[in-house]
């Protein structure tokens, strides 16, 4: 393997690795700055969610407020307008005067219907009056009778899905100790949400804050102290057998038959209580009935009356509150939707999209696609580096073929020197030596011996000085004078040298006049080796054709003077036409040549044109064999002679 591929190859494999570990470490930054892009977006998403839930607490909290707000004998189509509040759910006198319940004329416009389970598991409404009530609710409304009838229809299919089997006291505490498993959950809940990071715990926990102190805050109180769910837990563990009840009904289904429970526990429960009325908490839930019906949302709450508990509900429309939900998030997520979270599916919900005043999930859809800005920090970095790299991989590669070429030229100058310069020196140590011994007798044998050893110490101070002179190119050179020179007599200066040149090498030198009036501001002795090594190379490489001519033409055209010199010997391929202007270069075809030079002729007579302000190139001839060299060189006008004598005066 040559030493220039040797080079390249090594070089070659430093760039792969160089590139390769560049092009890893990029494709790790634009992956992490998409990771974070993406991180961002995801965030904000997130943030956008948690605002959309705050927003949908906010618009959802009025609606069950007016609920948790309400007192617990709104519950009876009338009641005893005068009547003591602790008293209210006894038997009403038959001459106290009725007023009617707000739930009858007004449920709501999210409720479907109110309703009460007593402690033998009777379904009442307060849309659904009876008896003389109804007639009196008709009579004062004539579209009451629709309504009523529309709220029988409602509390049945209710009685359907909320207890799908016979009437059962033990319905009223299964329903109040679901309601302690719910609050249970919840608890669970804000545990779970706590440990899974960007505050979602925090963010649940605040909002479900947020509900309690609202809903305490409308809580009905009694006589006998607050109402709420802690005191109802507090009285009911005080017995042991209430306890026992709870424990069963935690395990049985919702709906159970009556004997489920042992007498002992439903006598714990109906075991009166001198206490004033005890109004526990809503708790929102979901009650599913039979296989087909789907889940209905209900609000749920427990009251506790002369030691007899009774369940009071709202059975809420879903339909409308999730259509009320989504239209205030609409702005923030188009296209979220709201999915139940019914019993044992907490832990299966999505963290952070959970609903504190109603158990369901909020969807909000997919996160929105991000773009990434054109310009980056990163990414400009990242530019910065591949320039910076690229151009430190393109000055190496430059540095290292300038070496290369260096050193191979190095090479062939010694090469080519110490064989241009061994035939004259052996020649002059074999003639010199012959002629000291006095082995060459004749006279003409020794004007033979001396002519070549003339021509020999020409030939070896010319390769010498077109090393130096060649050494010299592109360095300082002493300043010439510019002073213009007419053509003609540049041409005439150095036409001796070329005949003499032309003569040796048995070819003839056709100069034609050049035009009288153009000046060259050149240098006479660098016209004329420029000169002499074109007519050097075409004595060399011509002088074995059948036309031995070399014509040497000038032509002027505008501020260029163009010398042209051309022979008529096999010419130059045109696959050489550049390669023979570099150093130590030579045509292909001199190999045969049996004095052929070092290959400095050319660039160096090149090199001395340009720094005349000129330059030498190949012309291919019109017509006919040969090479035609053309040297251009600038020239100035023909300065105008100064007139002479005295001014005419006029007289």
Avoid at 4 to 23: E, K, P
Avoid at 39 to 49: D, H, I, Q, R
Avoid at 98 to 116: A, I, K, N, Q
Wanted: proline share 7%; glycine share 8%; net charge negative.
């Amino acid at each position: 393997m040559s030493s220039r591929r040797l080079t390249a190859t090594v070089y070659g494999l430093g760039v792969l690795l160089v590139l390769a570990g560049l092009g890893g470490i990029s494709r790790l930054a634009l992956r992490l700055e998409a990771r974070e892009h993406r991180s961002s977006a995801e965030k904000s998403f997130n943030e956008t969610v948690q605002l959309a839930l705050w927003r949908m607490e906010s618009t959802l909290l009025p609606v069950l407020n007016r609920e948790v707000g309400t007192p617990y004998f709104y519950y009876r189509p009338f009641y005893p307008a005068e009547g003591a509040y602790t008293r209210m759910w006894e038997e009403v006198p038959p001459d106290a005067v009725l007023v009617e319940s707000p739930l009858l004329t007004d449920p709501g416009p999210f409720v479907l219907l109110h309703f009460e389970i007593g402690p033998d598991g009777s379904f009442t409404s307060p849309q659904v009056p009876h008896g003389n009530m109804r007639d009196q609710a008709e009579a004062s409304d004539p579209s009451m009778a629709e309504r009523i009838v529309a709220a029988e229809d409602r509390l049945s299919r209710l009685r359907s899905f909320l207890a799908p089997g016979r009437d059962d006291k033990a319905l009223v505490s299964a329903i109040a100790d679901t309601d302690m498993a719910l609050a249970d959950a919840s608890s669970a809940l804000k545990d779970e949400l706590s440990l899974e990071g960007f505050d979602l715990g925090g963010d649940y926990e605040a909002r479900q804050e947020l509900l309690e102190f609202a809903q305490r805050s409308n809580i009905p109180r009694s006589k006998a102290g607050p109402a709420g769910r802690a005191d109802e837990s507090k009285r009911i563990a005080k017995t042991e057998s209430a306890a026992g009840a709870r424990r069963e009904a935690e395990e049985a289904p919702l709906g159970l038959s009556a004997g489920a429970l042992s007498n002992e526990a439903t006598d714990a429960l109906a075991r009166p209580d001198d206490s004033g009325p005890e109004v526990g908490g809503f708790r929102t839930t979901w009650r599913t009935g039979p296989a087909g019906t789907g889940g209905q949302l209900v609000m749920l709450r427990t009251v506790n009356i002369a030691g007899n508990r009774i369940v009071q509900g709202v059975w809420l429309d879903w339909p409308a509150i999730e259509n009320l939900l989504l239209s205030a998030v609409d702005d923030l997520l188009a296209g979220a939707s709201l999915e139940p979270m019914y019993a044992g599916a907490v832990a299966a919900a999505p963290s952070g999209q959970r609903l504190a005043s109603v158990p369901a999930v909020l969807d909000p859809g997919r996160i929105p696609a991000y773009t990434i800005p054109t310009v980056t920090p990163t990414r400009a970095a990242l530019v910065v580096s591949w320039t910076a790299v690229l151009a430190a991989v393109g000055a190496i590669g430059l540095v290292l073929r300038k070496s290369t070429e260096l050193a191979e030229r190095r090479g062939q100058f010694v090469t080519a020197v110490t064989h241009e310069l061994r035939t004259p020196l052996t020649t002059f140590c074999l003639y010199t030596q012959m002629l000291a011994d006095g082995m060459v007798q004749g006279e003409s044998d020794r004007a033979h011996y001396l002519t070549t050893l003339k021509r020999e110490s020409r030939r070896l101070s010319g390769i010498v000085e077109n090393v130096l002179d060649f050494a010299r190119l592109g360095q300082p050179r002493k300043a010439h004078r510019n002073d213009a020179i007419a053509l003609s007599e540049l041409l005439e200066r150095v036409r001796p040298a070329l005949t003499e040149r032309a003569d040796t090498a048995g070819m003839t030198l056709d100069i034609s006049a050049p035009d009288p009036d153009a000046h060259a501001p050149a240098d006479p002795l660098t016209v004329e080796r420029i000169l002499v090594n074109l007519v050097d190379n075409a004595c060399k490489y011509a002088n074995g054709g059948d036309d031995a001519r070399i014509e040497l033409t000038t032509e002027v055209t505008g501020s260029v003077a163009s010398i042209s010199v051309r022979d008529f010997g096999p010419g130059i391929a045109a696959a050489d036409a550049s390669r023979i202007f570099k150093p130590f270069q030579r045509a292909r075809s001199d190999a045969n040549e049996p004095n052929p030079g070092i290959g400095l002729g050319l660039a160096l007579a090149r090199g001395l044109a340009r720094e005349l302000g000129g330059d030498l190139t190949l012309d291919r001839p019109a017509r006919g064999p040969g090479a035609r060299f053309r040297l251009s060189i600038p020239v100035t006008p023909s300065p105008s002679p100064t007139p002479g004598g005295p001014r005419a005066v006029d007289s």
